[in-house]
Every structure is written in structure tokens, then in C-alpha cells.
């Protein structure tokens, strides 16, 4: 898990770099100015950027979520104590009595 995640983190850090090296100069008068505003693009360019971070932040959720998923994780653990508990009981370890209990004491 934590190898995944800091690949991860290792394949964004040139995208965080970039936004480091984005208009440098400070210089609004001249060029495209400020991001949004003085470059003509008025409130497309708002609804670009707003688009753009949404969709960065949802594809950051979805990578988080498939790298937690439980399911894949492995099998469920009260399957793998109804399993342990059918073998013991196979093998003459426990009595009828002793399975009926602990099977009953694994579904609550």
C-alpha cells in the first residue's frame, strides 16, 4: 500500500513543479496578463480552471479509493472462522454440540 501511494505521489510531482513555473515574471500589463481575467478569456477561463481542478481532485478520489479497496484486500475474515470451524469439526476436533454454538456465536 505504501509503495502505491508514493508511486503515486512520485508520477504528480512534476504536475505540482509546473504550477511553480507558471507566470514567473509577475508582469500583468504585458502578454496574456492575469490567468482569468486581462487575457480575454473572461469567465470561460474561470469555468476552464474550475473544470480543470474538479476533475483533478475526482481523479485524486477515485486513485485513493482503488488503491484502499477492502475487497481486494482478500477474502472476508468470518468465512475464513466458518471454514477453520467446518475443519475442526471434520477432523473429530469438536462435537456436533461445540460447532452448533460457535457457528451460532460467528452469524450474530
Given at each position: 500500500m505504501?509503495?502505491?501511494?508514493?508511486?503515486l505521489a512520485?508520477?504528480?510531482?512534476?504536475?505540482?513543479?509546473?504550477?511553480a513555473?507558471?507566470?514567473?515574471?509577475?508582469d500583468?500589463?504585458?502578454g496574456?496578463?492575469h490567468?482569468?481575467?486581462?487575457?480575454?478569456?473572461?469567465?470561460?477561463?474561470?469555468?476552464m480552471?474550475?473544470?480543470?481542478?474538479?476533475?483533478?481532485?475526482?481523479?485524486?478520489?477515485?486513485?485513493?479509493?482503488w488503491?484502499?479497496?477492502?475487497?481486494?484486500?482478500?477474502?472476508?475474515?468470518?468465512?475464513?472462522?466458518l471454514?477453520v470451524?467446518?475443519?475442526r469439526?471434520?477432523?473429530g476436533?469438536?462435537d456436533?454440540?461445540?460447532?452448533r454454538?460457535r457457528?451460532?456465536?460467528?452469524?450474530?
Open positions: 505504501k509503495r502505491q501511494v508514493t508511486t512520485i508520477a504528480l510531482l512534476p504536475l505540482t513543479s509546473a504550477v513555473w507558471a507566470g514567473t515574471s509577475g500583468w500589463d504585458r496574456y496578463g490567468m482569468m481575467w486581462a487575457g480575454g478569456f473572461g469567465m470561460l477561463g474561470a469555468l480552471m474550475l473544470l480543470f481542478w474538479g476533475a483533478f481532485i475526482a481523479l485524486i478520489v477515485v486513485a485513493v479509493r488503491l484502499t479497496d477492502k475487497r481486494s484486500a482478500g477474502p472476508d475474515a468470518s468465512s475464513d472462522a471454514q470451524l467446518r475443519s469439526f471434520a477432523q476436533e469438536i456436533e454440540e461445540e460447532f454454538r457457528k451460532a456465536a460467528l452469524d450474530e
